[in-house]
């Protein structure tokens, strides 16, 4: 009998104009690439620089991709927040548009805060979105956060709220935390996702879901074709592959080399665009990303231009 496959998820970079508003139409249509190359779609993610956007702008963009056709249910938007009623609306919005689920940072302002007062914090947005369907993918992100999310804390989460908690995305990028995850919660359905698909293969052949991944905004498919086939005889080679073209990536700051690259594979100038405190790639720094995606025969084909 053949082993499900995995899911893989993108925190979808947001478009901005030159005048460093959110662009609809493209997001949209961002989106729709996405899907079709087999990608779910982790809106509001840190890649998609959330915390740069107001609420207001999330649920408009939000509202956006329903109203352009984009399924609900192939959404996980990221609805944590500092603030608790932020989070409250914004999850509560997410909700009632019928999306899969939400992901879910922890309030990352104040640092040292004790499991008590997390606990709290992700309590109280359950109760007061008060939705039956309501499900939470948990965010454990600490070397940007500051707040680590503790195995005994998502422990305490899943008794009290086992229909409400039901996954965890790990960026920690520490293999060993992750695969504690998966031991602990991954036998009851609870869904652990590594946040690079440089751990996609390992995470899947340990028991967990899959991987929600910055450049599954950019190399999708493949991505996508292993977390599907991770048990096939090549599975080891593809992983190697999709490593080594992370490895670009992250010699660049992230989130503009994802933005120089959507602009340069569809055509669309506007996509190297940042919102401040970031700062777009130099040209250098572009030139210098070109090329070594060109080294290894890189595209994002079918990525509509204009």
């Known amino acids: 009998m053949s082993l499900p496959s995995g899911r893989v998820?993108?925190?979808?970079?947001?478009?901005?104009?030159?005048?460093?508003t959110p662009d609809p139409e493209r997001f949209v249509t961002q989106c729709r690439w996405l899907i079709d190359n087999d990608v779910g779609l982790a809106v509001f993610g840190t890649n998609s620089e959330a915390n740069s956007l107001s609420v207001d702008e999330k649920i408009a963009l939000l509202d956006a991709l329903v109203e352009g056709g984009i399924p609900a249910d192939r959404?996980?938007?990221?609805?944590?927040?500092?603030?608790l009623p932020d989070a409250v609306a914004l999850t509560r919005h997410a909700v009632a548009k019928g999306v899969e689920g939400v992901l879910?940072?922890?309030?990352?302002?104040?640092?040292?805060?004790?499991?008590?007062?997390?606990y709290r914090y992700y309590s109280e947005v359950i109760e007061q979105v008060d939705d039956r369907r309501l499900r939470i993918y948990v965010y454990h992100i600490?070397?940007?956060?500051?707040?680590?999310?503790?195995?005994?804390?998502?422990?305490?989460?899943?008794k009290a709220y086992p229909q409400h908690i039901v996954g965890v995305k790990d960026s920690s990028g520490d293999w060993s935390n992750t695969y504690a995850m998966i031991e602990q919660f991954a036998g009851d359905g609870f869904q652990v996702y590594a946040g690079s698909e440089h751990f996609l293969l390992q995470t899947l052949r340990a028991g967990g879901a899959g991987c929600i991944s910055a450049t599954a905004n950019v190399n999708p498919r493949p991505i996508a074709a292993l977390?599907?086939?991770?048990?096939?005889?090549?599975?080891?080679?593809?992983?190697?592959?999709?490593?080594?073209?992370?490895?670009?990536?992250?010699?660049?700051?992230?989130?503009?080399?994802?933005?120089?690259?959507?602009?340069?594979?569809s055509g669309a100038e506007d996509w190297?665009?940042?919102?401040?405190?970031?700062?777009?790639?130099?040209?250098?720094q572009r030139k210098a990303l070109h090329a070594e995606l060109d080294a290894v025969s890189f595209d994002m084909p079918g990525l509509k231009h204009g």
Do not use: N
């Not at 940072?105 to 499991?115: D, M, N, R, T």
């Not at 600490?142 to 899943?158: N, W």
């Open 104 to 118: 879910m940072l922890p309030p990352f302002y104040y640092k040292g805060v004790s499991e008590e007062g997390l």
């Open 9 to 20: 998820w993108s925190p979808v970079i947001t478009p901005f104009t030159s005048a460093l």
């Open 227 to 265: 977390a599907k086939a991770w048990q096939g005889a090549d599975a080891d080679e593809q992983q190697a592959a999709l490593t080594h073209t992370r490895s670009i990536f992250e010699r660049f700051p992230m989130i503009p080399a994802l933005k120089a690259a959507a602009a340069r594979y």
């Open 142 to 158: 600490p070397q940007v956060s500051q707040v680590p999310l503790t195995l005994a804390l998502i422990e305490r989460l899943i």
């Open 75 to 83: 959404m996980m938007p990221g609805t944590g927040a500092c603030a």
């Open 272 to 284: 190297a665009q940042v919102r401040p405190p970031l700062v777009a790639l130099s040209g250098e």
